[in-house]
C-alpha cells in the first residue's frame, strides 16, 4: 500500500474546499512539507505549498496543500461556526476540519467524505453543502464506519473488499498538524487506523468481530459492553492482573477458552473492547460477510491473560 494513499484520498474528497479558497500558493524553498515531511514531488499538488503558523508569533511554515486542507475554512460546504466580536467588528468564522473536535470522518475508496459531528455542530453545520448531501451525522465515528462497512461504501466496485483502501478519522480535533503527520488508509480489517490529534493507532476489528461473534453464541451479548464484565482482561491489558478475578471470570463463561482464542492479543485493543463491541454487536448480523474465525484449537499468536 502506498503511503500516500490516505493523503490522495483527502485531496480528492476535500477539492471543494480549495475551490475558490482564499489562501496564497506558491512555490516552496523546502526540501519537503513541513508537516507530512513527503518531498515536494511526492505531494498531490507537486511543487505547491501554503504558508502556516501556530499562532501569532510562531515561525511561518511551509506545508503541502493537502495538510494545508483541515485549515481552510468553508460557509458553503460546512457553514458559520460562531461569530467573533471585537470592539465594533464582527467577524463571522465559518468551519474547518481541522476545528471539528469531538468529530470524525471515513473517506472511501470513491473518495467520498462522511463526517461524524456532535449533536451542537452538526446543527451549525447541517445547511451547509456537505449537510444537504447527507455526508453528515450525528453517530459515533466507529458506528458510522460500520455502517458504511455493511453498506458495501467501503469497497470499491468490482473490487474485493476494502482492497482500494479507505481512510478512518477517529477525531480531526484542534491539532491538524500531528493528524497530518502520518496519515494512513485501511486495507484490512485486521489493521483498521485510527487516525487522530492524538496521533496514529492500529485497531484489529476483525479479532473483535470474532470476539462478538463467541459472545453470541455464548448467550452472552448483554455482557458484551459492560466494563465490569471486561474488567479481568482490561485490568491484565494495563498491567494488573488479578489472578482471583480472572479465575472468579472463567468460572463464570461457559466456554472461556473460545472466548481467550478470539479476543485481539494487543493490549490496546483489549481495553477499547466493551465500546466497540456495544457498536459491534448490534450490527453483528449484518456483518457476518466479515467474519473469518480461526480454525478450531487454533490459539491467536500471544498471551490469553
Not at 8 to 18: D, N, P, S, Y
Not at 66 to 72: D, N, V
Not at 257 to 270: E, H, I, N, S, W
Amino acid at each position: 500500500m502506498s503511503r500516500h494513499l490516505a493523503y490522495q484520498r483527502l485531496f480528492a474528497a476535500t477539492h471543494e474546499l480549495r475551490v475558490g479558497a482564499e489562501f496564497s500558493r506558491f512555490t516552496p524553498d523546502t526540501p519537503s512539507c513541513a508537516c507530512c515531511n513527503r518531498r515536494w514531488s511526492e505531494v498531490e499538488a507537486p511543487f505547491q505549498a501554503a504558508e502556516y503558523r501556530y499562532g501569532k508569533s510562531g515561525e511561518p511554515e511551509q506545508v503541502c496543500l493537502t495538510c494545508y486542507t483541515p485549515r481552510i475554512p468553508s460557509e458553503r460546504l460546512l457553514g458559520l461556526e460562531r461569530y467573533n466580536h471585537t470592539g465594533n467588528t464582527t467577524t463571522p468564522i465559518y468551519g474547518k476540519l481541522g476545528m471539528l473536535v469531538g468529530s470524525g470522518g471515513i473517506i472511501t475508496p470513491r473518495n467520498e467524505l462522511y463526517l461524524t459531528l456532535p449533536p451542537k455542530l452538526h446543527a451549525k453545520y447541517k445547511k451547509g453543502e456537505w449537510g444537504q448531501q447527507g455526508r453528515l451525522s450525528t453517530d459515533k465515528p466507529l458506528a458510522r464506519l460500520l455502517d458504511l462497512l455493511i453498506a458495501g461504501a467501503l469497497s470499491a466496485p468490482g473490487e474485493r473488499p476494502l482492497e482500494q483502501g479507505f481512510v478512518y478519522i477517529e477525531n480531526w480535533g484542534r491539532k491538524a498538524d500531528i493528524l497530518m503527520r502520518r496519515l494512513l488508509a485501511t486495507t484490512s480489517l485486521k489493521e483498521v487506523w485510527c487516525n487522530s490529534e492524538q496521533g496514529v493507532t492500529p485497531l484489529d476489528l476483525q479479532a473483535i468481530l470474532e470476539t462478538a461473534q463467541v459472545l453470541k453464541t455464548l448467550e452472552l451479548t448483554n455482557q458484551a459492553d459492560r466494563l465490569v464484565f471486561w474488567k479481568p482482561i482490561t485490568d491484565a491489558a494495563r498491567g494488573q492482573r488479578d489472578d482471583a478475578a480472572f479465575d472468579a471470570w472463567l468460572g463464570k463463561v461457559p466456554d472461556p477458552r473460545a472466548l481467550l482464542m478470539a479476543l485481539p492479543t494487543d493490549p490496546f485493543d483489549r481495553l477499547r473492547l466493551p465500546a466497540v463491541l456495544r457498536e459491534v454487536m448490534p450490527r453483528l448480523s449484518a456483518l457476518e460477510a466479515y467474519l473469518t474465525p480461526a480454525p478450531p484449537q487454533t490459539q491467536r499468536q500471544g498471551s490469553l491473560f
